[in-house]
Nanobody, 115 residues
Framework: QVQLVESGGGLVQPGGSLRLSCAASGSISRINTMGWYRQAPGKQRELVAGITNDGRTNYADSVKGRFTISRDNAKNTVYLQMNSLKSEDTAVYYC?????????WGQGTQVTVSS
C-alpha cells in the first residue's frame, strides 16, 4: 500500500504562483511513476504532469512552460510548481502514484485562481 498526502493548495490571483507537495509513505520502493492530475467542476480528471523514477517528465499542453514537476527521493515527495496561473487552472489537484500493479491517489487539494 502507498499513502499520498497533498498540500499547498489555496486561493491565488491570476498570474500568481503556488507550489503543491505530495508526500508518499508506505511501499514507496514499488512506485515507478508519480504525477499530478486535476478535475474541474463538470469536467473529467486530466493529467497535468508526470515524472518517472529516472526523472523523465511529461506535461499537458495547457501547462507547458508554466508548471514544473519535480521529485525529492530523499523526502519521498513530489512537487508541482505552478506559475502564471490562470482562472482555467482552477480545479481539485490530485497526486497519483503508480506501481507495476496498482494506482494510488491522494485526497486532493483545491486550487482556486480568482481575483
Amino acid at each position: 500500500q502507498v499513502q499520498l498526502v497533498e498540500s499547498g493548495g489555496g486561493l491565488v490571483q491570476p498570474g500568481g504562483s503556488l507550489r503543491l507537495s505530495c508526500a508518499a509513505s508506505g511501499s514507496i520502493s514499488r512506485i515507478n511513476t508519480m504525477g499530478w492530475y486535476r478535475q474541474a467542476p463538470g469536467k473529467q480528471r486530466e493529467l497535468v504532469a508526470g515524472i518517472t523514477n529516472d526523472g523523465r517528465t511529461n506535461y499537458a499542453d495547457s501547462v507547458k512552460g508554466r508548471f514544473t514537476i519535480s521529485r525529492d527521493n530523499a523526502k519521498n515527495t513530489v512537487y508541482l510548481q505552478m506559475n502564471s496561473l490562470k482562472s482555467e487552472d482552477t480545479a481539485v489537484y490530485y497526486c497519483r502514484a503508480g506501481t507495476a500493479w496498482n494506482v494510488y491517489w491522494g485526497q486532493g487539494t483545491q486550487v482556486t485562481v480568482s481575483s
